[in-house]
């Protein structure tokens, strides 16, 4: 059964310092998102990606935040400069079409900033 | 008053019992309901996905959606220990690509 591949499974790393957390979306999908939980609370959207853009993005998901597909296969999530409130789980999602299509999650990157 | 409440559990059950979760949610322009399970250190995994007010069955699994209440529910028959995990509710409207909206998850136990 195809899934979404996140990795690494957990990141661990200095505030102040860049993350680039990876995921691998199902093959066939166009459309992709981040969401990040951090512990105890609940699933939050970050953002949403088609065609080489962002399409929408929350409060959360400022300056700091970036995404990109480098290439055919990969979609990435960049914190330029980790703050201790960045410590979360993060998930990565695809969906094969738009709005009323069925969204699947990776098993998530555990971020912990020091 | 927040979009989306769920009761966070936990909830304990014996094996066989049937299980109701629920979420109540605020905001009408909600339009698609999701049952997703979670878990522990894992992603969220889909279980049921409805639109509109009323009943979908999907083997042990049946999603109720009374928009007129702003209330949806999730019902586990002949539940099993492989069940225990945290069920959590996910909404959205019909703008904006999947930006949905979470409940907090309800953590149930079910035990041999």
């Known amino acids: 059964e195809p899934e979404v591949t996140q990795t690494p499974s957990h990141q661990v790393t200095q505030m102040g310092q860049e993350v680039i957390l990876r995921c691998v979306p199902i093959?066939?999908?166009?459309?992709f998102y981040w969401y990040r939980q951090i512990l105890g609370q609940k699933v939050e959207f970050l953002v949403s990606f088609y065609n080489n853009e962002i399409s929408e993005k929350s409060e959360i998901f400022d300056d700091q935040f970036s995404v990109e597909r480098p290439d055919g296969s990969n979609f990435t999530l960049k914190i330029r400069s980790t703050k201790l409130e960045d410590s979360a789980m993060y998930f990565c999602?695809?969906?094969?079409?738009?709005?009323?299509?069925?969204?699947?999650f990776g098993s998530g990157t555990q971020l912990s900033v020091l | 008053q927040k979009e989306v409440e769920q009761d966070p559990g936990p909830l304990s059950v014996p094996e066989g019992a049937i299980v109701s979760l629920n979420c109540t949610y605020s905001?009408?322009?909600?339009?698609?309901f999701m049952w997703y399970r979670q878990y522990s250190r894992k992603g969220p995994e889909l279980l049921m996905y409805?639109?509109?007010?009323g009943n979908k069955e999907d083997g042990r699994f049946t999603a109720q959606v009374d928009k007129s209440s702003k209330y949806i529910s999730l019902f586990i028959r002949d539940s099993q220990p492989s069940d225990s995990a945290t069920y959590l509710c996910?909404?959205?409207?019909?703008?904006?690509?999947?930006?949905?909206?979470f409940g907090t998850g309800t953590r149930l136990l079910v035990s041999p």
């Open positions: 905001n009408s322009a909600f339009q698609y």
């Open positions: 093959s066939n999908h166009l459309y």
């Open positions: 996910a909404m959205k409207g019909n703008t904006g690509f999947q930006k949905l909206v």
């Open positions: 409805t639109y509109s007010s």
């Open positions: 999602a695809s969906s094969e079409q738009g709005w009323n299509e069925k969204l699947f």
